[in-house]
């Protein structure tokens, strides 16, 4: 990343905090500047037509004939789907508009391919006098240069929908074959200049289902309410795959994302910008005999809001595919799949072959065709689903291995290959766990970005903390005995900063770039140092950025924990040592970083865990000040419309926090507010990559190796938001979406863990890549996620049945049991009963329910019984469950001896 990008991205990042008249003044990005100095071609003072359907309302440029307005045909007429603030600064050459096309062609016997785009070079159009569902029609040719074939574009009202077609004829004596056909889809994601209020009344988020002609796009309000817009296949429009529109100057940053255009054939990029990367589906083309015309047309359609998606596609005759839980399948735990579409179902086929097992169940009540899918390779596998009407869907799944073996990988990579201990270290940073490059199969101890290579922030300390968090899951003595180590010689004291006998601010970089003071040599030459991301030690040792006391906290907390519940792990420090330093760090993040305190964390729901324990031990004072403290903070929260800013301008990790406290302190509308806002942008789609997947596109910049902005998938925020997420589900256990979507970002903590163990930043989403991210990132971050908020989850569904997510679940007439399959084995949710049952300390193999007398009865694993005398384990007093005869200790536990296999709850109302 060269020093002029690297300014411009510093520059983004903090605009957020700059006043609207300097923003005025600095809006004049250098691809501006040059755009002002290029003809206007797009014609917008040639007019428009307005046109008003059932739904939805449009207005088409007479120059173009591309779209210049999109609106609901009901509710603010401020806002648009398009980027229409921008309409008069993207009136150049190059600019994607909705109504644009974009094709590669080749003749019979040519080998190489020839692009074409309608933006690239624009011309009018030829208007053609539309027919009778036609509301404007118009020949292409004039803007799309020398095309061999001619291209009719309508917009069409059809049944009171909007639909965009383009017939494509081949008027020459040669076969041509399409190699590509795009269609791009700009709509108003670009938060450029706009506070959060502004963002979320005007800008929109989407994602795609790449699932051929069952796939789909669907636009969410960021607010999360109101309407969904979904764009939709309507003839010969199979969503095949979904390239971002690079070539649009529109700049790219961390407040714009960029557009994409759905590809309806993608084979000619297949053999040129995407070559050797496996494609989601298998990359097509279309072959146009002489004088043979061919229509490609896509619909749009209002579903009643998020949640209402697939009943909106079923409306429109669209297949719709439901897993439960979901797409990430571990090979010990096969999942669900439910499917229904008003045509049968032909054929299923796998890909790779024997990668899945797929074996048909009986269909539900209400004809829902249901599968049972077993994991039997790992790596990415596809379902084909053939229908008699011809369609094909495509289902994409990840097969990992089973989440304990995925945990136990991951720790003992953490422990191994990244532990670090190099006594002769000058920036004091052995021993530790410190990041890594799996693609040069490296440490990295240094790096231009100090924060990589310096064991805080949240690229250089996602690592330690995912080794640390692994612990809470899987206690291994031998990990633990290399922890203790970083805790008490690394963390404690140098990463922590010291003040006296306090230790309790956090800094930003052990590492950082000053030459003059350290011996020659101790620099790589061949990296670039002249960047703002090379901090001075005066910048590295900054205690003020709030971030990086969440990841502290959360040590400290583990470190209690393992002291508290278990016999021979921690004996260094007694357990109320390592909570009194979780407390004395959840409270030195708002008094020595006051500022960014006034943000949600990433991770931030840890104090809430602190306070929680803190209230357990009977530590009144320190839970009554960590308390206010936290209280001043959602009260602020609480004044605003959308609290989800950050050091960024939008933000998808702030919410983790915003809603927890705003839960605890019972500002409900804050914590509603919250939770909408993550259903925008938090998808459940059949395609193990975007199901669950909380947005984030920026952090391959700050956190990543190939470094862009790109939709990321199962960054971080994925196993953070689905806190929330799956605490509300608790709350509410009828909501099968929230359990869908939760469990989905829970699992994407794992998704992307490779088969030795190593746990990347992100998965690349963009086609010309399609694999996971080069370095460790800030993968811990969202690990934490998996490691407090995992658990398996029993529900009957009214039309599903019993189902078990995370669990291997087996029904008969009287009982329902089921085995549990989640890391820790330690959190199980039935629904039915509302019962939320945990352990401190032991495992739980399996749960049987009687449907009877409702009783339950926990079958206990003797897994740890060497290091902890008891099974500790809580019940939720709303369930109304107790065990009879057991008393709890001090902290709301039921201490249950090794030497008892198995426990029954029963009701006590």
């Not at 006098?129 to 240069?145: C, V």
């Not at 794992?750 to 998965?763: D, I, K, M, S």
Request: hydrophobic share 35%; net charge neutral.
């Amino acid at each position: 990343m060269n020093l002029k990008k690297s300014c411009y991205l510093l520059f983004t990042l903090l605009y957020v905090h700059v006043t609207p008249e300097v923003h005025a003044q600095q809006n004049e990005h250098p691809v501006w500047q040059a755009v002002k100095k290029q003809p206007a071609t797009l014609g917008i003072d040639k007019g428009q037509k307005s046109f008003d359907l059932n739904k939805l309302k449009i207005k088409v440029l007479n120059s173009s004939q591309t779209l210049s307005a999109f609106q609901k045909a009901v509710g603010d007429q401020n806002f648009d789907y398009t980027p229409v603030e921008m309409l008069s600064k993207r009136d150049r050459n190059n600019f994607f508009h909705i109504g644009d096309i974009t094709m590669s062609l080749r003749s019979a016997g040519e080998t190489s391919w020839t692009n074409y785009s309608s933006a690239t070079d624009r011309k009018d159009v030829i208007t053609l006098t539309p027919s009778t569902q036609s509301l404007s029609s118009a020949d292409l040719t004039p803007t799309l240069g020398n095309i061999p074939l001619k291209i009719v574009r309508n917009w069409q009202n059809i049944d009171g929908d909007l639909v965009l077609s383009f017939q494509v004829t081949n008027p020459t004596d040669k076969v041509i074959e399409i190699g590509s056909l795009g269609i791009p889809l700009p709509f108003n994601n670009n938060m450029d200049w706009k506070n959060l209020d502004q963002a979320h009344a005007q800008n929109v988020f989407f994602d795609p289902y790449i699932g051929k002609d069952a796939g789909y796009m669907q636009v969410n309000h960021l607010h999360g309410r109101e309407s969904s817009l979904l764009v939709l296949p309507h003839e010969n429009a199979g969503f095949e795959a979904y390239n971002p529109l690079n070539s649009d100057p529109t700049p790219r940053s961390i407040t714009f994302e960029g557009f994409h255009e759905w590809m309806i054939h993608s084979k000619a990029h297949a053999e040129t910008d995407w070559k050797g990367v496996e494609q989601w589906n298998t990359p097509t083309s279309t072959l146009l005999q002489p004088k043979e015309s061919k229509t490609f047309a896509l619909k749009f359609v209002l579903a009643e809001g998020i949640k209402q998606i697939e009943s909106e596609l079923l409306k429109n005759n669209r297949p719709v595919a439901v897993g439960a839980p979901g797409y990430v399948v571990p090979m010990d735990n096969p999942v669900k799949l439910f499917i229904k579409h008003d045509k049968s179902i032909k054929n299923i086929a796998i890909y790779p072959d024997g990668a899945l097992t797929i074996t048909k169940l009986k269909s539900t009540p209400d004809k829902w065709n249901q599968y049972e899918v077993k994991g039997n390779q790992w790596g990415r596998a596809r379902l084909t689903v053939t229908y008699q009407d011809g369609l094909q869907q495509t289902i994409h799944y990840k097969v990992i291995k089973s989440e304990v073996d995925v945990i136990n990988d991951l720790g003992n990579f953490l422990t191994t290959t990244q532990w670090y201990e190099n006594n002769d270290d000058l920036f004091g940073r052995s021993p530790s766990v410190i990041s890594y490059d799996y693609e040069e199969q490296k440490q990295i101890t240094q790096e231009q970005r100090a924060w990589y290579a310096g064991l805080s922030d949240e690229a250089g300390a996602a690592s330690w903390l995912a080794a640390i968090m692994k612990q809470v899951l899987q206690p291994n003595a031998h990990e633990i005995a290399k922890l203790k180590r970083f805790v008490n010689e690394t963390m404690y004291g140098r990463i922590q900063h010291k003040e006296g006998d306090k230790q309790y601010g956090v800094v930003k970089s052990l590492f950082y770039y000053e030459p003059d003071s350290l011996p020659t040599g101790t620099y790589d030459t061949t990296i670039n140092w002249n960047t703002w991301s090379a901090w001075k030690k005066k910048e590295a040792d900054d205690i003020g950025r709030s971030y990086n006391y969440p990841h502290v906290a959360a040590a400290h907390w583990v470190m209690y924990r393992l002291a508290r519940n278990y016999n021979n792990f921690v004996q260094e420090e007694t357990w109320d040592t390592y909570l009194d330093r979780a407390f004395h760090t959840s409270i030195a993040m708002v008094e020595k970083a006051p500022y960014y305190a006034q943000f949600g964390q990433m991770e931030g729901s840890i104090f809430l865990i602190i306070l929680q324990d803190l209230r357990r031990e009977g530590l009144v004072a320190q839970a009554d000040q960590l308390e206010a403290v936290m209280r001043k903070r959602a009260e602020h929260w609480k004044s605003l419309n959308y609290p989800f800013g950050s050091e960024m301008p939008w933000d998808s990790t702030g919410q983790e926090e915003v809603y927890v406290w705003s839960r605890f302190f019972g500002f409900d509308d804050k914590a509603q507010v919250t939770l909408n806002a993550i259903l925008a942008y938090m998808p459940t789609v059949p395609h193990w990559g975007y199901n669950g997947s909380a947005r984030r596109y920026w952090d391959f910049v700050y956190g990543g190796k190939l470094s862009r902005i790109e939709r990321q998938l199962h960054h971080y925020g994925s196993a953070l938001n689905a806190i929330p997420v799956l605490t509300e589900y608790r709350d509410n256990p009828n909501d099968f979406y929230l359990l869908r979507i939760g469990h989905a970002g829970m699992m994407g903590a794992l998704a992307n863990v490779t088969q030795e163990g190593f746990g990347p930043g992100a998965f690349h989403s963009y086609p010309s890549t399609l694999a996971n991210d080069g370095i460790s990132g800030d993968y811990g971050t969202g690990f934490y996620g998996y490691a407090v908020n995992s658990g398996t989850y029993i529900i009957e569904h009214p039309e599903f049945g019993w189902l078990a997510f995370s669990g291997n679940l087996k029904e008969s007439k009287k009982t329902i049991d089921v085995a549990i399959t989640t890391a820790s084995k330690g959190r199980i949710f039935l629904a039915k009963e509302n019962l939320w049952a945990t352990t401190d300390a032991g495992e739980i193999d399996s749960l049987v329910y009687k449907k009877n007398d409702r009783s339950v009865t926990l079958h206990l694993s003797t897994q740890h019984q060497n290091n902890t005398p008891n099974t500790l384990l809580v019940i939720n007093p709303e369930s109304n469950y107790e065990i009879k005869g057991m008393r709890k200790d001090k902290l709301g536990r039921y201490q249950i001896p090794n030497s008892t296999k198995t426990i029954t709850l029963t009701k006590s109302k």
